[in-house]
């Protein structure tokens, strides 16, 4: 069964960093394209970044720079790190294994003082 749980996320005051793990099973991560995206109360999903097969990432303008998206292929688990949070990130966080959109049950994120 292909399945991907999502963890990390809570409280955290602006300016201060969470680190997100998708961890996925019934699958190969390093052979596959993830992605995170978010959903911010009464909004739509945001992709807010991706990596490929082959490692390459993507960011999207609203988290480049403050935000990392990494794997590691040993656990076959997906991270982002996330630094200099601010109140806008305040959002339902998803990995999503872009080739049959399939996402996790999300993690929580509220930036807030």
């Known amino acids: 069964e292909v399945r991907l749980v999502e963890s990390g996320g809570g409280l955290v005051q602006p300016g201060g960093a969470l680190r997100l793990s998708c961890a996925a099973s019934?699958?190969?991560?390093?052979?596959?394209?993830m992605s995170w995206v978010r959903q911010a109360p009464g909004k739509g999903l945001e992709r807010v970044s991706v990596?490929?097969?082959?490692?390459?990432?993507w960011l999207s303008d609203s988290v480049k720079g403050r935000f990392i998206i990494s794997r590691d292929n040993a656990k076959n688990t997906l991270y982002l790190q996330m630094n200099s949070l601010k109140p806008a990130d305040t959002a339902v966080y998803y990995c999503v294994l872009l080739a049959t959109s399939l996402r996790g049950q999300g993690t929580q994120v509220t930036v807030s003082s």
């Open positions: 990596i490929n097969r082959a490692g390459s990432t």
């Open positions: 019934g699958f190969n991560l390093s052979a596959s394209a």
